[in-house]
């Protein structure tokens, strides 16, 4: 990556949609370009350009990009793992550096027995994931999961539903509508209010109208996948939106930002239901950047720098 006192230049590439719209934001503001490649669709005219370009050896791109982008000017490019953009990235890889570091970072947990690596193969590329177990069954690079200090900010409080004591917002399954129905129905044994708000994808609606469903309660309940081990989005969006989250998650315990005011396990609020009372009652602890930097945008860039560092 050359002089490591010279900042690398740094790009960031995802689909688009309003949660990447919003996460690209914040990630802009460390001076990351961004950029969102729109894959033009396959044709008749566009099998034969295809066919052209591979006997006159002229490179014909099938992607739409900003005008002002040079994938081939960045030290350091970070892709969130989808085929498409996959797809994009092996169809660049002739002009992209050969000290370029090529990151992978995958925001989901595998679900099956083998990790797909969308036909990523190259030397260059590191596959980064938010969960530990993953890492380990598929030797992948781990990097802790990451949202924004500044998420209060991005709350249009204008659709802020009516208030509730403990709300649940996201997709689900028989798995986690099992164990949602199981928490709900002890919470609301002990007087307290619940709603479910089932979004069948993060990415079907407006990231701001999805924060503002979490200011809805006072606390929010995370339920994880079954499969996964490491926590993702919920706990650190409560964090940094100033909510309590009552979480399934073990291994949130193990993170700096755990406080035991702030995040309580379902497994706990099984055990002894009457104990999830003195938390919700209990104040908010405010938790000192220290905890929370490394989850913070700014903060995960320089982690992931290090780590791409250690690892060269």
Known sequence: MGNPLISPKICWIATRCSFNDCQAEQISREG??????????????????????????????????????????????????????????????????????????????CKGDTYDFCGGSDKRMLFFSFDKRDSTRFHLHYINSFSSVRLPALVDTSLIVENCDVIFVGSTDEYRNNKIDQCFSAIKKLGFSCKKVIIPNRMSIPYQKYLAYFLSGKVILDITREYQFSPTLRPLEGMFLGRKVLTDCVETINQPYFRESNIFLVQSLMKDPKSFIAFINKPLVAIPQSDWCDFDTKGWVAKLIREITINE
């Open 32 to 109: 990351i370009q961004t950029v969102f490649p729109k894959h033009n669709p396959s044709c008749f005219l566009s099998k034969i350009i295809r066919r052209l370009s591979v006997l006159t050896n002229i490179r014909v791109s099938y992607w739409s990009v900003d005008s002002h982008f040079d994938i081939s000017s960045f030290d350091i490019i970070i892709v969130k793992k989808h085929p498409l953009l996959l797809k994009y990235i092996n169809g660049n890889l002739g002009i992209i550096k050969n000290s370029a570091k090529i990151i992978v970072w995958d925001e989901n947990a």
